[in-house]
């Protein structure tokens, strides 16, 4: 078989100027093209890269973000909580407070009732007992009452022991005023120079008493001298009867405003 070298050469001509057509035209443009979706995947890969390390960081930003928000309303609700509980607590004792103060009064007032009560009992008892007492003793006696009762405290006067008198000279010698007779009702003239001439005769000197009246002392005569008391009265014997009524209302009897002579 014979080979016709020209149709051969022709054929490798067209065949190579096809390869070059397909490289210069086809292949080049293919690789371009290849290369820049290579590139703009690459490019879009590194952008997505990007942007999951910004999402990430935005991430951990919003995780410690949110980490901090619950550590500051923690916070908050604490101080709240305590804050709550503090002024509560204040509110608790204000109240315990007001609720005992309002007792002690309630208290203090039921003390000042009781204490208001007893002294009407007391100042109308004596008042009915001095009353029914005058009247029984004078009914009894036959003669004028406060005569019998300067007797009685003249004969008390007299009987007193030296301790009484030294006690009692001591108290007018010391004393800035004269002593004072003080009786329920004007004594006459000679009932108070009876007294006089007792006190003279006591303490060996000359004393010169003042004498007042005093309504109270129903019943009685009284001696004072610097501070010094010494006397008789109807409400000797009632004083049992007045501390068994303080007892009944729950009060304590008050104390002497004055010190008493001994065996007075």
């Keep these: 078989m ?13 065949f190579l100027g096809l390869v070059w057509l397909m490289k210069r035209f086809l292949y080049q443009p293919v690789l371009h093209a290849i290369d820049a979706r290579e590139q703009r995947i690459a490019a879009e890969l590194a952008d997505a890269d990007a942007r999951q390390t910004e999402a990430k960081a935005e991430r951990n930003e919003f995780q410690r973000k949110n980490a901090e928000f619950d550590r500051e309303r923690a916070g908050l609700l604490g101080k709240a909580t305590d804050e709550a509980n503090t002024e509560r607590k204040r509110l608790i004792d204000e109240a315990r407070q007001a609720a005992e103060e309002l007792s002690i ?14 002294e009407s009992i007391t100042r109308r008892t004596k008042e009915e007992v001095f009353a029914i007492s005058r009247k029984a003793l004078a009914d009894l006696a036959g003669a004028d009452l ?24 001591d108290a007018v010698q010391d004393g800035s005023e004269p002593p004072m007779i003080r009786s329920a009702v004007d004594l006459p003239p000679e009932q108070q120079e009876a007294i006089r001439n007792v006190l003279q005769e006591m303490l060996s000197t000359d004393v010169r008493p003042r ?27 009632l004083k049992s009867l007045e501390a068994g009524i303080e007892e009944l209302v729950g009060k304590p009897a008050p104390p002497e405003a004055e010190t008493s002579i001994p065996g007075a």
């Design 211 to 237: 004498f007042t009246t005093v309504p109270g002392l129903v019943g009685g005569i009284e001696l004072t001298a610097g501070g010094q008391k010494l006397g008789w009265s109807i409400a000797d014997y």
């Design 146 to 169: 406060e005569e019998r009762l300067c007797g009685v405290f003249l004969a008390k006067l007299q009987s007193s022991d030296d301790e009484v008198r030294r006690q009692l000279a």
């Design 105 to 118: 009064k309630q208290q203090e007032s039921r003390r000042q009732e009781v204490a208001n009560l007893m």
């Design 2 to 14: 014979l080979i016709d070298w020209f149709t051969v050469s022709a054929q490798a001509l067209n």
